[in-house]
């Protein structure tokens, strides 16, 4: 494994940076392609996985199991299990029954890389996969945090999180009477469950006190919306070259979106005020938690 000890230098470039490296390197392990013919599946997993992305959950599962003096090997299981979960969530909102769409991490996306049904099987394969690693003795000692680990990964993948919100969405496409309760309980599900997921599986790693884990679910919470309004901003004021996906998608659909209901400038205060709250949650951790702050500032001033 790269001698690499994520967040050394206690600056967020250089965590997330490491963050990546650390969870493609493991999972470039997890996913070798094996001999036979299934070996066309795991090519395809690996393919979406290892795709280049920010690695924001991964970041957010180590900064969160640093507060809490987890050993980095615990953590980086949880991350690219996360990473996993996300890539299969991609790859099937890809798919022509879904999003129909073609490009994705600035490459063609698995179905048209792969094929339609090598796709399906391909985010079959991550989704489980991810559970395995979880269970795994090397993700934590004590059986009874695996088993808290995989029960609160479920619940937030599932329909209780973003097969949930998926649905919701699916139903909302071109229903521009949605108001901003609805968006907000739509995108808890479909997007902020993953994250909060990443954020409080530090704290189940590390055993934490319920306080210190309601503040790391406060701080996700806030942090998840101000996400997901970056990334609607981004859909109207991105660009393809920047995001790796196509941008403008959801004004053709006619999607209500924060941005629809709220305009550019109150989507962009509402990120600012979400950004502070969820900093806020942090006072707790005190200096530890200062990657953690400097995430947050990045999700609304991302341009990707
Ligand atoms: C198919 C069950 C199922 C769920 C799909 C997450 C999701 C639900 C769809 C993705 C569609 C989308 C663009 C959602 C907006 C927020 C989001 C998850 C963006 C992508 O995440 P990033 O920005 O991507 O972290 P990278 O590529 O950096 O990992």
């Known amino acids: 494994m790269t001698d690499q000890t994520f967040g050394a230098t206690g600056a967020f470039p250089e965590a997330l940076a490491q963050a990546a490296g650390l969870t493609d390197e493991l999972l470039g392990k997890l996913l070798a392609v094996p001999p036979g013919p299934e070996a066309r599946v795991v090519a395809a997993m690996r393919y979406s996985a290892l795709a280049p992305g920010k690695r924001l959950r991964p970041f957010l599962v180590l900064a969160s199991a640093q507060l809490f003096a987890v050993a980095q090997r615990s953590a980086l299981q949880v991350a690219a299990a996360i990473e996993m979960v996300h890539a299969y969530s991609l790859i099937h909102d890809d798919l022509p029954a879904m999003d129909d769409s073609d490009l994705r991490r600035g490459r063609p996306t698995c179905h048209k890389q792969f094929d339609e049904a090598t796709a399906v099987l391909a985010g079959d394969g991550l989704l489980t996969y991810a559970f395995e690693v979880l269970a795994h003795p090397d993700t934590h000692g004590d059986p009874m945090v695996r088993c808290e680990l995989v029960t609160a990964l479920a619940q937030a993948a ?11 969405d699916l139903l909302a496409e071109s229903d521009r009477s949605l108001d901003i309760g609805a968006i907000t309980r739509l995108q808890r599900l479909k997007t902020g469950a993953l994250i909060a997921f990443s954020c409080e599986a530090g704290a189940i790693l590390g055993k934490a006190a319920p306080e210190l ?7 996700a919470h806030d942090l998840g919306l101000a996400f997901q309004i970056a990334d609607d901003l981004l859909d109207v004021e991105g660009s393809a070259a920047e995001t790796g996906k196509p941008i403008g998608g959801d004004a053709a659909a006619g999607k209500a979106t924060f941005v629809s209901i709220l305009g550019v400038e109150r989507a962009r205060s509402q990120a600012k005020v979400l950004v502070q709250q969820a900093v806020a949650h942090l006072d707790l951790f005190e200096k530890k938690a200062e990657l953690l702050r400097q995430a947050a500032q990045f999700v609304v001033n991302r341009r990707a």
């Open 158 to 168: 599932g329909t209780q999180g973003m097969v949930g919100g998926q649905m919701i």
């Open 213 to 219: 884990r309601a503040a790391l679910r406060g701080y």
